[in-house]
């Protein structure tokens, strides 16, 4: 595996079927390299602890290689973060993570938790209510990382 975008958010407010909502869902790559505790990489912040983020979802990584996929299925081009992962990373294949597993990502130690659970946030930053439906009937769901 390879990491090829670093992605964070700050919290930001936004409209979903007529609602204001806050969210850290629109994580954007930045340059360089950012600190990394229990409770996430540093920058990086979430809307509502109850769901997001917290000790057992401190990082979320994707698979650089399935952007190949949803760009052929949305008939578009997507920029790093856009599944609100914090690390982009190819070569992942989630079949082939399993809970517990170790990785290394610069000097930070992570083991995987979970593979992702998405929620109605997903639909709204692609603007489809049914892509967490879609997002769930791939497979390609990433995973959520503690830090060690």
Known sequence: M?????????IVETSW????????FFKKPVEGRRAVTKAGIA???QADPRYHGGEFKAVYAYSADAYVYWEKELGRALEPGAFGENLTV?????E????GDEVRVGTALLQ???????CWKLGMRFS????VKRFHDSGLWG???RVL
């Open 128 to 131: 489809d209510p049914k892509m």
């Open 43 to 45: 920058g990086d912040r």
């Open 90 to 94: 190819a070569g992942m294949v989630d």
């Open 2 to 10: 390879r990491l090829t975008s670093l992605n964070i958010s700050d």
């Open 112 to 118: 995987a938790v979970q593979p992702r659970q998405p």
């Open 143 to 145: 995973v959520y990382f």
């Open 96 to 99: 082939e993570l399993c809970v």
């Open 17 to 24: 079927r007529g609602k204001a909502v806050t969210t850290g």
